[in-house]
């Protein structure tokens, strides 16, 4: 029951990441154009570092209690364990840490647009990494929209 209840929020919370982002990724585009108020960037970043940090959090706990992860060699021959096991989570903490470096080197210039377009780089590679290692249903490997 905790194990279902952990997936369904994990699953759940990576909608509310993805749109966070997306949000962010707009208003650092405007900012680093000049376009748009610069100075309302920090809740934008924060809002999607906390999302993702808890995301992680998430994460760690499925990781060691999922019948997807499983700790042997013959995983690294099933495609689904592999994934789970290896791909999925290495990906995910570089996304992580690319949005945490990302705010900490811009904190004190992220209301410039030289710390929009920092921010703007960061926190789009990450995204692509997010996107890149989620277990979309139609990649085939038994994970569900929602």
Do not use: D
């Not at 994934?83 to 290495?90: A, D, N, P």
């Amino acid at each position: 029951m905790f194990y279902t209840i952990l997936l369904k929020s994990h699953s759940g919370l990576r909608w509310i990441l993805l749109v966070s982002l997306i949000f962010a990724l707009v208003k650092f585009f405007r900012a680093a154009r000049g376009n748009s108020h610069v100075r309302r960037l920090v809740p934008y970043t924060l809002i999607s570092m906390i999302l993702m940090h808890i995301q992680v959090l998430f994460g760690l706990l499925l990781y060691f209690i999922s019948p997807k992860v499983i700790f042997a060699a013959e995983s690294m021959k099933n495609s689904v364990h592999r994934f789970f096991l290896v791909e999925h989570i290495s990906l995910m903490l570089i996304a992580a840490i690319l949005i945490t470096i990302g705010y900490s080197k811009t904190k004190k210039q992220i209301n410039t647009p030289f710390g929009a377009k920092r921010l703007l780089i960061y926190y789009g590679i990450a995204l692509i990494i997010i996107l890149a290692s989620i277990p979309w249903p139609f990649r085939g490997l038994g994970a569900a929209w929602m």
